[in-house]
């Protein structure tokens, strides 16, 4: 089995790419690193693993046949995708083009990595995939919201009039090692500041949620659906929700910080509510998260504790 990940040295796409040559699969992992990050992928040099620094919205051209075209490259972060308005929408809308493009050519199945921003800030809740969101598409969210959106439209086209086999997954909240220190997502941002004892800055009064997912759930979840028989889009998430307050506290404690909270204005189209329903993943693919919010927390801890002591 041959894979190939585009954005396969980011944050999750690493871990991927870790888990498909477990299972003894060849992959090739493209990542023009503008969000993800060498370190992420050098363990993982071998004979049946091969990076090539691409911008994905160019030309793919791949030589051989490939069986697994997975789509993860996006910046994902609002920090990131503030920052880089034009090439979130890009790698949307051409790299998705591209990507398709490729599996079309290799007869390979496609899996996109979609996300519930494509839910903006729910008007139902839980968010089930027939949801079909509140979003602005000329906010400042618009960008990743919309190329995420305008990707999963690409997808659908190519396989109801290519026929290619596709998948759809939508991440919610998703934390764990090799997260970025300066990601600006919550769980980082609480992390970096509680392990330094500084003031841990929550946007907005605290009361709206998330829900997050330990990373290897993820990639479970992730590989299950790829292996199903399923087209339409399923949630991989964590139904626990919790407030954002709850998690900034939980963090303060388990790394025994002495940090205070304190409260910023909340940005433009920040999503209030946040959870999965996940009965379709059950459903159809038996899966459901394993690792407790604690449990992963102490893990990334660990993680975010040694990037701090080899940060300048």
């Known amino acids: 089995m041959k894979a190939l990940l585009t954005g396969g040295a980011g944050f999750i796409g690493s871990h991927l790419c870790e888990f498909l040559l477990d299972k003894g699969a060849e992959v090739l992992c493209l990542d023009n ?51 880089l308005p034009i090439p979130t929408l890009k790698v949307g809308a051409l790299g998705t083009h591209k990507a398709l493009g490729l599996a079309k050519a290799k007869r390979a199945r496609f899996l996109l990595a979609s996300t519930s921003e494509v839910y903006g800030d729910p008007l139902v809740h839980p968010q089930r995939e027939d949801y079909w969101g509140n979003v602005n598409p000329v906010g400042p969210r618009g960008v990743y919201d919309e190329a995420k959106r305008f990707a999963e439209a690409m997808t659908m086209a190519y396989h109801r009039y290519h026929g290619v086999d596709t998948k759809i997954v939508r991440i919610f909240n998703t934390y764990g ?18 392990l330094t004892g500084q003031d841990v800055t929550i946007f907005g009064d605290g009361t709206q949620t998330r829900s997050f997912t330990y990373v290897s759930d993820l990639v479970d979840g992730v590989l299950r659906l790829m292996e199903s028989n399923t087209n339409d889009p399923v949630n991989i998430g964590n139904p626990h929700e919790v407030t954002i307050e709850e998690i900034a506290r939980t963090i303060i404690r388990l790394v025994g910080s002495t940090s205070r909270l304190v409260y910023r204005p909340l940005p433009v189209d920040d999503p209030k509510q946040r959870r999965p329903d996940i009965t379709r993943a059950r459903t159809l693919l038996g899966w459901e998260p394993k690792i407790g919010l604690e449990q992963g927390l102490l893990k990334t801890v660990d993680y975010f504790k040694g990037k701090l002591a080899q940060s300048p």
């Open 33 to 83: 690193l503008s969000t993800g990050a060498s370190d992420n992928i050098d363990r993982l040099r071998s004979e049946r693993f091969q990076f090539i620094k691409l911008d994905v919205t160019n030309y793919i051209y791949v030589a051989g046949p490939v069986d697994y075209v997975l789509h993860f490259a996006s910046p994902a972060s609002p920090v990131d995708y503030q920052l």
């Open 177 to 194: 090692p090799r997260m970025r220190l300066r990601d600006g997502r919550a769980v980082p941002a609480f992390m970096s500041q509680a």
